[in-house]
């Protein structure tokens, strides 16, 4: 299987035009393929509920709900995900045969989530809690403890994490590298269609060049597509259905809290203007 359609320019040189669309079979087969292994393994560890026990001291200032989600990462996250969907279905479904005027909208998605990618990196660094999202030596030493004890180790059992666990985190840094390099080629790509924001101009980089950047641009698009078939799954999985909900909410209900994150990691504040029963 070819993974790059090649042209030739007018002197007879290969350069790439994009990605093979086999590769788009290939991120649905692994995305599908992913969650159906994941279904039977879950089914298999039902009932289990491995993680350290919380500190009694810290569960009693826990309130009856814990914010989660401010409004502004909860309106990035839809305009995103709307922006995102938009991209992948004028993308790839006039390949599969459904044709429709798709190019203006599909600058217009792309202009959406450049917007949004920029207001959530000012939102996050200076708003938010910017060093909850990355991986640290916790993180992997939990992972280790929990890989341990699912292969029948007996050795200590990994802690509970504090806002985001290591999974989260490492979904967010696939995201966050996809959404990025489609948003910079995405923008060089403006220069290829009329828009009102530059001037038409598809010389600006050589036939090569823009080989890479139709190539980077593909493969970041059939990667988003495996990774939106699993964020799908786990946010459709009964166990995560609180966190799910924390996204249209705002906030998670105390027992669940207390029961997957340590308040010593990520301290717990009620939801804005929310009142406490005496």
Known sequence: MNLITWGHTPWEQSVPLHVAWDLLRVALGLGLGFALVHLFWARGRAGQTPGEGTDAAAA?????????????????????????????????????????????????????????????????????????????????????????????????????????????????????????????????????????????????????????????????????VALVIVHVYFAARPEERAVTRSMVVGSLDRDFYLAHHDPKLWPAEAPRGAKEKA
């Open 60 to 224: 009693v200032h826990v309130p009856a709900r814990v914010a989660r989600h401010s409004l502004s990462a909860r309106l990035f996250h839809w305009i995103m995900a709307a922006a995102m969907l938009t991209l992948l279905a004028t993308a790839f479904l006039p390949k599969a045969g459904l044709l429709f005027a798709w190019v203006n909208l599909h600058w217009m998605a792309g202009t959406v989530l450049v917007l949004a990618i920029l207001f959530h990196i000012v939102n996050a660094v200076f708003f938010m809690d910017f060093a909850s999202i990355w991986p640290n030596a916790r993180d992997l030493r939990d992972a280790g403890r929990g890989i341990g004890r699912a292969f029948g180790g007996m050795g200590p059992a990994p802690g509970k994490p504090g806002k985001y666990a290591l999974l989260n985190k490492l979904y967010h840094l696939a995201i966050l590298a996809c959404g990025l390099a489609m948003a910079a080629t995405g923008v060089l790509l403006l220069f290829k269609v009329r828009t009102p924001f530059f001037t038409r101009d598809p010389y600006i980089l050589s036939e090569a060049a823009w080989g890479v950047v139709y190539l980077l641009h593909g493969f970041t698009g059939v990667a988003l």
